[in-house]
């Protein structure tokens, strides 16, 4: 049930060296990602079609990919250019290629029809080299399905429980216990909830406004803002305009089907630049890794426990209404792809 004409990310953009090729596997499919003599960088299936050695363990050269069985050259488009031994070079003779882009340092490649593709459907994230935050990013290999990981992200009452002692922690089971907003985009949610007196390691008293969009195929941006205590009780509804100077931290996320039950999660941090951010950033970034690490533990000991018992459903609770109206529109997504 993933969308395939979507942007994946497939890797942090300032992870991978100019001179080797990189294997990645989104949706099952293996890939190599290559970068040319500007560092620009093609996707090809990571199969060579001579004898469908992986195009991964070859060699990059200048523009090109050689596959270091019988070495083939492979361009940025997949087609082979060289033959060793042999002039005639035959049509067939390539490996397909992905549609792949940089944006937000994230490579995202698209897993649809190529004819289809549309960059204007690259969610909009926060690069590293943000002018507005000072960022910091990470990546952790799940063993579990990357649905069970957006489940958890559009659901946040969890912070209550598997969060007790990182980012949920305080008095009421505050993030249980606040309702969300939700509302249904064209390629996702929105969610928004306040904290009320929700109390800051810095010592601050705020009423804690947190909102995201969480956009196929597992897209989420997020920010919380700080507002006066009082704020939330005089307002109906979400707050409409926020400013800026507002915002205590961002974050961005990506969700990557590896396997049936293998997922790959991209994430960063900010906060907003200004005085003391090393210090800010350096904080909220522990508490991200132990937070995640949580999530971490719980969803990969409920991937084993679903695989135990094959064939039980879930039995959604009024916290689920934002995974539901999210996979409401997945769904839809995945059947105008016929
Ligand atoms: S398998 Fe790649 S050149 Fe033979
Ligand atoms: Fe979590």
Known sequence: MYPRNAWYVAAWDVEFAREKPEAVVILGEPIVLFRDSQGRLAALEDRCPHKL???SLGRCEGDRLRCMYHGILFDGGGRAVEIPGQDMIPHSLSARSYPVTVRGTWVWIWMGDAEKVDEALIPETEALDSPNYLMRHGMIDYDASAHLICENLLDLSHLSFVHENSFGSSANNE???????????????????????????DGRTVDHWNTYDFLVPGILTM????????TADGLVGAPEAVAQDDVYSITCQAVTPVSEGTARYFFSVGVPRGTDEEARLEQLFKVTLQAFAEDKM????????????PGRNFHPIGSDRATTLYQRVARKLVKIEG
């Open 223 to 230: 920010a919380g803002y700080a507002f006066p205590v009082g």
């Open 175 to 201: 993030w249980s216990n606040s309702a969300p907003f939700v509302t249904t985009l064209d390629r996702g949610v929105r969610i928004g909830r306040w904290i009320r007196n929700r109390r800051y390691r």
């Open 298 to 309: 719980m969803i990969e000991a409920q991937q084993k426990v679903i695989a135990q018992v």
């Open 53 to 55: 050695a992986p195009l």
